[in-house]
């Protein structure tokens, strides 16, 4: 059974203290992983697809990378902006009807 | 307006009471999904739909149903509200010929409370 598993639950970081969110995860194959971040009341909103180990992508100061077992969204230099719930979620090799396994999510505060 | 959306966006309710969530979406795609989100908790999957002949059950579908009015529209209904289904729940969809097919477009949720 395909699993993702996400750490920590929660941070805390002042502006400008650059952090990592940790993703791991088990399935049989991986099709794609995929970052997501929700804001308060909001439905959440796609930022990356990694598809093999040691893929990068970069978006502003996000950048999400790759392993076999685990992917991590670091951020660098954080604005009080980038708080928010960022959520993994894995696509499972045998599955191409867009059917997806999320994690808990992180939930990121982001203070002046 | 948005893409994807959701109606009612708050709804609270009584054990036993029919509820209907609908989602209604605009960027023309045929794959739509509907979503629970519980507080601990990852986005759990509840029905998907492919086109509108074609529904499939997710991981956590009983005591839910949906409908398929059209391509634009996918309803969600719970046939007789139990209070653990008190939850925030997501409707999406998807275009697997452009981008990621792990891409989802999300509404911005019905959250729904049944006492």
């Known amino acids: 059974e395909d699993q993702v598993t996400q750490s920590p639950e929660a941070l805390r970081l002042q502006e400008g203290e650059s952090s990592s969110l940790n993703c791991s995860y088990t399935?049989?194959?991986?099709?794609?992983l995929f970052w997501y971040r929700q804001d308060p009341g909001k439905g959440p909103e796609f930022l990356f697809t990694?598809?093999?180990a040691g893929e990068e992508k970069e978006k502003e100061r996000l950048k999400a990378t790759l392993t076999k077992k685990e992917s991590f969204l670091h951020i660098t230099a954080p604005k009080p902006e980038d708080s928010a719930t960022y959520l993994c979620?894995?696509?499972?090799?045998?599955?191409?009807?867009?059917?997806?396994?999320f994690g808990a999510g992180t939930q990121v505060v982001v203070t002046p | 307006d948005a893409d994807v959306t959701q109606t009612p966006r708050n709804r609270i309710t009584k054990t036993g009471k029919r509820i209907m969530l609908e989602c209604s979406q605009t960027?023309?795609?045929?794959?739509m999904y509907w979503y629970r989100q519980d507080p601990g908790l990852g986005l759990q999957l509840i029905y998907y739909?492919?086109?509108?002949?074609?529904?499939n059950k997710g991981e956590i579908s009983d005591g839910y149903s949906v409908s398929r009015q059209a391509q634009a529209k996918f309803s969600l209904s719970l046939e007789s509200a139990i209070p653990n289904q008190t939850a925030l729940y997501f409707c999406?969809?998807?275009?697997?010929?452009?981008?990621?097919?792990?891409?989802?477009?999300f509404g911005e949720g019905s959250r729904l409370t049944v006492l």
């Open positions: 960027k023309g795609h045929d794959r």
């Open positions: 990694l598809y093999s």
């Open positions: 739909s492919f086109d509108v002949k074609d529904i």
């Open positions: 399935v049989s194959g991986l099709r794609g």
């Open positions: 999406a969809t998807s275009d697997p010929t452009s981008g990621s097919p792990g891409e989802l477009f």
């Open positions: 979620a894995v696509q499972d090799l045998t599955d191409s009807w867009g059917k997806l396994q």
